[in-house]
């Protein structure tokens, strides 16, 4: 069982930066795939972002490639999102996920799932 809190998130002007955290519990942290999606109000489901147990390896969602960056501790059991130059758009709830897999995340057969954390673009 792995629990998932999230953090970080808040208001921010358009061409800002935002750094989430995700927190896990759990000794099993650094066996598991992790992830980030989004969801804005009235819209589906977004993939954000997804590292392997490793570090070694990162997926983007084609909206925020060059400009978000997911990274993790795992000493710390701690997965993180940084994103620069947000836009409006980015407007959203972020969720922390574990999965198998990058690609078991990308395709949202995540295992668990954080609470979520506000992130608000103002323009």
């Known amino acids: 069982q792995v629990q998932l809190v999230e953090s970080g998130g808040g208001l921010v002007q358009a061409g800002g930066s935002l750094r989430l955290s995700c927190a896990a519990s759990?000794?099993?942290?650094?066996?598991?795939?992790m992830g980030w999606f989004r969801q804005a109000p009235g819209k589906e489901r977004e993939f954000v972002a997804a590292i392997n147990w490793s570090g070694g390896l990162t997926n983007y969602g084609d909206s925020v490639k060059g400009r978000f960056t997911i990274s993790r501790d795992n000493a710390k059991n701690t997965v993180y999102l940084q994103m620069n130059s947000l836009k409006p758009e980015d407007t959203a709830v972020y969720y922390c996920n574990a999965g198998a897999t990058r690609a078991a995340i990308i395709s949202g057969r995540s295992e668990y799932w954080g609470q979520g954390t506000q992130v608000t673009v103002s323009s």
């Open positions: 759990g000794r099993t942290f650094s066996s598991y795939a």
